[in-house]
């Protein structure tokens, strides 16, 4: 990918070697050797990118980016710093700089970073002609530039303007039900309800009912009738999470609402009408339940009008900076915590984590560690990973792992699942599990005995 680049230094030898080689990777790069002469020529130059040494005589490269910010804020600016610098190199970042570097600069590495901002500049563009999709009506906005959300953004906007029915895959906890609302609040009917039905949670008789609504004497405990989430969400959205798990009988009836538009209440004789759009959602591989026999192939084609997949988080991996940054304010906001920032050797263990509960899974392991972060900063030792995953990674997320209810926010439970983590580690040596933890050898067994920890021998 080339650009126009712009590279700015009073240091003669530096600027030209920078030029030298970003026109050799093919890149049209023009040179000043001032601030001045660089903004005096940003109409006629019209830069993608400008790389620009920070101390200079006269308008510093910081009062540079500054201008540049206000006048032209899509153009990238790349600051480069000197080694006792770091401050202002903080400040450039803080003053919307694209990345900097630190003197002195090695060529092949601003040759990377042109490409990458590029780059970045490029998703950005297309992104920002995507329809934003806003807020998702569940308190968030959808976080991501990985090339394959953003083709879901767009997606959302054209969905958005119909009704058809979508199918939205991907694994556990990467945004599904997300999807599924800002397709909802982008979209003319976003004043009437969303309602999103887990279909594995409800047993078929309360599913059917929760849906269709009953009538009274309908079934033991039906002592009134009820109205159903199909009447209720009136022109809305039916959100039907883990739709291949439901019964066969249940899948004949929701082709009956696809199909005609129409329903029974459960016990019932005469149909109503729904004019709810429906979203449905699924971890599991349609094609072999529907090769199998356990799912009508009739209304899986009626159900995948339009599909969507998420990817899971670890093929989306640029993405976790920004989705970590934003759940942590998200948590913050919920919580009360302090912790706003996340270090460097936390950010490198968020990268190297393979995820498999996704997003999910980040926000629960960000949630612990804001509650044993006791100041602004997230730390690699407020880390704990691989709480939120079954054995097979699938089918994982926080709900199914029992004992360790990733709502359960209190210090007692972050300090026990803390401890056994570090048990675990060492191979439950005691002395080493509290050296880790700083504790004494009787505090510690202390915890054991409290939280009733299991020590591997
Ligand atoms: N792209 C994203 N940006 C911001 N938050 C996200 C994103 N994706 C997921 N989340 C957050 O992660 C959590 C899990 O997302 P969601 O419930 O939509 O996943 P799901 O795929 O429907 O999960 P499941 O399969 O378990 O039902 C939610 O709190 C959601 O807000």
Redo the contacts with the bound molecule.
Sequence with gaps: MNGRILVVDDEEGLREALAEKLRHSGHAVETAASAEEALAGLSRIRPDLIVTDLMMPGLTGLELLEKVQESLPSVGVVVMTGNEDMASAVAAMKAGAFDYLVKPVRLAQVDELVVRCLREQALNREAEAAPEPTD?G?G?????RDPR?IEIYKMIGVLARNRATVM?R????????????AIHTNSAHADEPFVAV?CTALSETLLESELFGHVKGSFTGAVSARRGYFEMAGSGTIFL??IGDTSPEFQTKLLRVLQERTFYPVGGESPKRTEARIIA?T?QPMELLVEEGSFREDLYFRLRVVEIE?PPLRERRD?IPR?AE??LE?IRTATGSKARHIGPAAMRRLLAHDWPG???E??NALTRAAVLARGAAIDEEHLVLGLDSDADGVTG?A?ASGRDDPDDLSLDSAIRRHVQVVLHRTDGNKSETARVLGISRSRLQRYVDRFDLHVPS
């Design positions: 998702t569940s968030g906005k959808v976080v991501g959300m939205i991907g694994e556990t906890g990467t945004g599904k039900e997300m999807v599924a609302r887990n999470d883990e959602a971890h998420v993405d989705l934003a759940l998200r996704n997003v999910r980040l926000e997320g709900r």
